[in-house]
């Protein structure tokens, strides 16, 4: 039992520890400071009590998700709502992890499709070599870049620091790892509100993971000492990411210094490295920001560091490799819980289940290479991801299943009104794509209102 809750607890934290762990929520940690990360421990034991909720409610009954939904809380188009969230985050988590590979083969954009069909090819490939010892093989996997993403954090701010010799660069960088200790960061209502709801879709809820992940948890296995440990586990991952980015926007700093200096640099190549320093600047200054604008911002620190910084070369491929087992961690997972839940749903095989969900990943992360449908869809965790997390938790007030109801439904309340808040600034934006982003996360709640004929087909 010692070892599965071990491996459980990997198995969550490479879930969690994601993407969303280096593009937005170091941001959050620069820019609150200290009191933003106290605020934000509110959210993570919220988002921790509804996941040791849900994983509880199918390690008790023995219910596979879909049964749950149906003979519980009879609302079996809650799961179709889920599956369809579970592949919007599988495309999106594709294609970033993917785009990082570019800047380690040296590779132009363009290339991103391909390496995200490589990525969803080696994911399926490894879940199928791994056959009956998935639990195994995630964990391990997970285990891999838990060391990885700490060395990597390690190994950045040595070099860094040994690179780093600009008197405002070291200015500039000191401030920045400062802030992330520091209790004098001023807050805002509005930065507060990104962070929140970026932690909430950091943590993967919406997904209907969970439910699977109990419906395999031997009966024996203590959850709470399992979240516990996923508890510490993110925080340390977490503030490593912060001053990963920290100590990486340092250098970014000392680059574009050299090559402003630099007479033998084009001016555009310089006003290039401006521009990208100012954005990257933006992204550790402005709490207030959209979590949506910010992703981009950390593909800027490889271009503003390349051929400025010695030994750029080691920096970009340590960053961007912890970024893409960040992402491939969190891909193996949702490849394989959406396999699940389809399965059943569907009643098809492990292989074809395992096929249609990778495909579908795939078409999604491979349309995103266009800018207007790669904003469409990234706008859809962060406006409707909250309200998707509180239609998740709706079986858990079933008297069959919880104790708690009245804190579950307080919980649903809150994200209930986070998710309103959040669609209502994503409706009120001026951009088109982001409208229709918000558009498509609506749509997702579409297989609600056919829940009556499932309910009367499945009879």
Avoid: C
């Avoid at 993917?98 to 380690?104: E, F, K, Q």
């Avoid at 802030?179 to 805002?188: H, N, Q, Y």
């Avoid at 010695?310 to 969190?330: K, V």
């Avoid at 959406?338 to 009643?347: A, D, F, H, N, T």
């Amino acid at each position: 039992m010692r070892k599965i809750s071990f491996l459980m607890a990997f198995l969550i934290t490479g879930y969690v520890l994601g993407i969303w762990n280096f593009l937005v929520l170091p941001k959050y940690y620069i820019t609150l400071g200290l009191k933003g990360f106290i605020i934000s421990l509110i959210p993570m034991l919220l988002a921790l009590f509804l996941i040791y909720s849900e994983a509880e409610s199918t390690k008790k009954t023995r219910y596979l998700i879909y049964e749950l939904f149906f003979k519980i809380s009879r609302t079996p188009a809650l799961i179709f709502v889920l599956v369809m969230f579970l592949l919007v985050m599988l495309g999106i988590t594709t294609y970033y992890s993917s785009y990082s590979l570019i800047y380690i083969f040296g590779l132009p954009p363009k290339y991103v499709p391909g390496l995200a069909l490589a990525t969803i090819l080696l994911s399926m490939l490894l879940l199928l070599m791994a056959k009956g010892r998935t639990l195994e093989f995630i964990s391990v996997i997970s285990i891999l870049f838990v060391l990885f993403a700490v060395v990597s954090a390690v190994l950045i701010r040595n070099q860094a620091l040994n690179t780093v010799t600009a008197p405002q660069a070291v200015q500039y960088m000191e401030r920045a790892v400062s802030s992330i200790t520091s209790f004098d960061r001023p807050l805002s209502v509005k930065g507060v509100l990104y962070m929140i709801t970026s932690i909430i879709v950091s943590f993967g809820l919406g997904a209907g993971v969970y439910y699977v992940v109990g419906s395999f948890t031997p009966e024996e296995l203590d959850l709470r000492k399992v979240l516990a440990a996923v508890f510490i586990l993110q925080i340390i991952l977490s503030f490593a990411a912060a001053f990963t980015v920290a100590y990486s926007l340092g250098a970014a700093y000392q680059g574009f210094g050299k090559a402003y200096l630099n007479p033998n640099i084009p001016a555009e190549e310089s006003m290039r490295l401006y521009f990208g320093f100012q954005r990257i600047k933006e992204y550790v200054t402005n709490s207030e920001k959209s979590p949506m604008e910010s992703i981009g911002v950390f593909y800027s620190i490889p271009h503003v560091l390349r051929g400025n910084i010695a030994n750029a070369d080691r920096l970009i491929y340590l960053l961007m490799l912890s970024l893409y087992f960040a992402g491939l961690t969190t891909i193996i997972v949702l490849i394989e819980m959406g396999s699940q839940i389809l399965s059943e749903v569907m009643q098809l095989g492990r292989s074809k289940s395992l096929t249609l969900v990778a495909i579908l990943g795939f078409i999604i992360s491979a349309t995103m290479v266009i800018a207007e449908i790669r904003t469409m869809f990234i706008v859809v965790p962060f406006s409707v991801g909250a309200l998707i997390a509180a239609v998740e938790a709706y079986p858990l007030l079933s008297e069959e299943l919880s104790h708690s109801r009245g804190l579950i439904a307080a919980i649903m309340m809150v994200l209930f009104v986070l998710g309103l808040i959040t669609l209502y600034y994503a409706m009120t934006s001026p951009r088109t794509a982001v409208k229709i982003g918000a558009l498509l996360g609506l749509v997702l709640f579409v297989p609600v209102l056919m829940n009556n004929v499932l309910m009367k087909t499945r009879r």
